[in-house]
């Protein structure tokens, strides 16, 4: 496991970092300053270039619905650079693990589906509404709150024999 798993990013103080490659590698690299302008440059064009490449990459035409996908395509890539802009990012298979604030998620989601119910509203976007909502301080968050501890509680009481 690499000394900087779980952090959300690399301080571009660091000396090094461990970077994985696939199939079980990691390769440390030097810290981004290391580099020349030049490289550093053909660094986060191609960086930017697939994370704005897989924001998009799921809009086909069957999912456009005879929208036009070009239109649609942008405005994901368009969003996903909105987000990093604003200091979001999303860690690729990362889950919520502790159980109350999963039940709660879980909860919350509901309730935006339900909101939206019969509108054309992409999954993506419930999850991230979903997300601001749980790191959201409100009265209706900690009602939620106590009832997600509740729910995870009277599961944890169940005795199932298999």
């Known amino acids: 496991m690499s000394p900087l798993a779980g952090h959300s990013a690399w301080p571009i103080t660091e000396t090094h970092m461990l970077v994985a490659i696939g199939k079980g590698l990691e390769i440390t690299v030097p810290a ?3 580099f020349t302008p030049e490289v550093q440059n053909h660094i986060f064009y191609i ?3 697939n994370l704005l490449q897989d924001a998009h990459a799921s809009i086909t035409p069957e999912k456009a619905n005879g929208q036009d996908v070009q239109a ?4 994901a890539a368009e969003r996903k650079l909105a987000a990093l802009v604003r ?3 999303r860690v690729v298979g990362a889950r919520e693990t502790d159980p109350v604030k999963a039940e709660a998620l879980r909860i919350i989601t509901g309730a935006i589906k339900k909101k939206y119910q019969g509108q054309k509203v992409e999954e993506k976007e419930i999850r991230a509404k979903a997300r601001d909502f749980l790191n959201t301080p409100s009265p209706a ?3 939620i709150m106590l009832k ?3 729910n995870v509680k009277e599961a944890a009481d169940i005795d199932i024999e298999v």
């Open 47 to 49: 960086g930017m270039r």
């Open 32 to 34: 981004f300053t290391d």
């Open 87 to 89: 200091g979001e990012l």
């Open 148 to 150: 997600a501890k509740k």
């Open 141 to 143: 968050l900690d009602k």
């Open 72 to 75: 649609l395509s942008r405005e």
